[in-house]
């Protein structure tokens, strides 16, 4: 039988994950299918554990289901245990296993498709929500030579920045910082990566002049829009990404949890470039 897999999130019809395991899967040559399923914002549990119920073998999971997903979990990966948030179950005989794969695709995605190694880098994250929670651990690991965390609310950047400094057995090649945005008047960063959700609402983040260093990669770990954090790092000559690449990367992670084999993803991303 065909291994059936899916993602579930609210809204997900957007979602351009079916398309990309579809193209792993025959790349791959695996046998499985992979469909997009809405669930309701108070629903997602039952819904996950009805799919897994009738076949289902692993799920992704996004907004707005990454915190529940995580308490789902049975068992969980330490990336994910650190996270507080998990993107990819797997159901199997010893229950329902938690991981996220957002932190790997982003670092991937830098090193590998944007030639972006974040060791020895000033790296400024914004935000301190979700998505940000994500990557700090796997940001820090590269070994950067800061990494600051700025967000609207300052204590929420502090208090996360602290959170990951005192991680218990981990060993970290730099300690992470945080505050608000009015902090970072005077500072200049090599590696800027947007995890607000201001580009969905079109809004501009209040970023001093200069932020941007010479030769500076501006990510937007948003894709399919400009953003206005990209035109503002445009604007100042920084090179700009946005998070597609991400978005594969972290999917052909998954695909790895699930299947054990890792998929081309420079195909893929180029695929789905195309208009």
């Not at 010893?94 to 498709?113: M, Q």
């Not at 929670?133 to 950047?157: D, H, M, Q, T």
Request: charged letters at 20%.
């Amino acid at each position: 039988m065909t291994d059936r897999y899916a993602v579930f999130g609210n809204p997900v019809s957007h979602s351009k994950s079916p398309r990309i395991h579809a193209l792993f899967a025959r790349q791959t040559g695996e046998d499985m299918s992979y469909e997009a399923l809405l669930a309701p914002t108070d629903g997602f549990v039952a819904a996950a554990r009805a799919f897994a119920s009738a076949g289902g073998r692993g799920a992704n999971v996004t907004v707005p289901f990454k915190e529940e997903a995580w308490r789902l979990a049975d068992r969980r990966s330490p990336r994910a245990e650190v996270a507080g948030a998990v993107n990819t179950l797997e159901f199997g005989p010893d229950g329902i296993f938690g991981d996220n794969t957002d932190g790997a695709g982003l670092v991937r995605d830098l090193k590998s498709n944007l030639g972006c190694d974040v060791a020895g880098r000033r790296v400024l994250l914004l935000g301190a929500g979700g998505a940000a929670r994500g990557v700090v651990l796997p940001l820090l690991l590269e070994g950067p030579e800061e990494l600051f965390i700025a967000n609207r609310s300052a204590e929420k950047a502090a208090r996360l920045a602290v959170e990951f400094a005192r991680l218990p057995g981990c060993a970290l090649p730099v300690k992470p910082q945080g505050g608000g945005f009015g902090e970072l008047a005077g500072a200049s960063y090599d590696l800027i990566i947007n995890a607000t959700s201001a580009g969905l609402q079109d809004a501009r983040l209040p970023l001093p002049l200069g932020i941007f260093a010479a030769g500076s990669l501006a990510y937007e770990m948003l894709y399919g829009r400009d953003t206005p954090f990209m035109a503002q790092a445009r604007a100042v000559g920084a090179r700009v990404a946005d998070g597609l690449g991400m978005l594969v990367e972290q999917a052909a992670e998954a695909f790895f949890v699930w299947r054990g084999k890792r998929p081309e993803t420079g195909p893929v991303i180029a695929a789905l470039r195309q208009p």
